[in-house]
């Protein structure tokens, strides 16, 4: 029997893994069922449950992958010297990410931030999920931590501000936005960018 290569296998998941998220996204995580997603994804049950073991390991592995992407390239950033300023980085972590996904549709949205919503309604019930997420914020909150003290080295940020404190206000101001993109309606990326840089130009009046 021929060997089949990495890229197929790699290939094989993704496909399994954007059937999913349509589905996710288009009926819920409790309304679909995995013949919905054997029937989205185009695949038998032999080749879908060779990668997942059900509907659990699939929401696991759409989280883990995302919170893995934007973890990695807040890591990289960190890497520059200094690295990019909050309203640049910000900007183009969440294009990056948005962007690999845009071809994934729900009635003409993005079903990314839709999903970003139902995933904190699912950790209510699921401890295993919410384990993932709060290691994935946590790796993502570290990277971001490397950062700020990166920008305190370098002179461009107050240093009497523990890392920590401005990491998870990064967080909640990218998690905030991916919310309103599912809540109030799509905006483009340039939007957050153009407010973080007006907060970041504020100085105390004078007098």
Known sequence: MARVSQAH????????????????????FHATSMQDVLKEADLSAGAVYRYFSGKDELIAAIVAEVLGEVRAAFEAAARLSPPPPPD???????????????????????????LVIQVWTETLRNPELAAV??????????????????????GIMRSDVPPDHVARTMVATAI????????????????LGDGLRAL????????
């Open 9 to 28: 296998l790699d290939a094989r998941r993704r496909q399994i893994l954007d059937g999913a998220a349509l589905c996710f996204a288009r009926n819920g």
């Open 88 to 114: 640049v980085l910000v900007t183009s972590v969440l294009s990056r990410t948005l962007t690999a996904r845009e071809a994934l549709t729900v009635d003409g949205r993005p079903v990314f931030p839709r």
């Open 133 to 154: 997420l709060q290691e994935g914020y946590a790796a993502v909150r570290d990277a971001w931590a490397v950062i700020v003290r990166a920008y305190q080295d370098a």
């Open 176 to 191: 905030g936005f991916i919310a309103q993109q599912s809540l109030v309606g799509p905006a483009p990326v340039e939007v």
């Open 200 to 207: 970041m130009s504020m100085t105390a009046p004078e007098g």
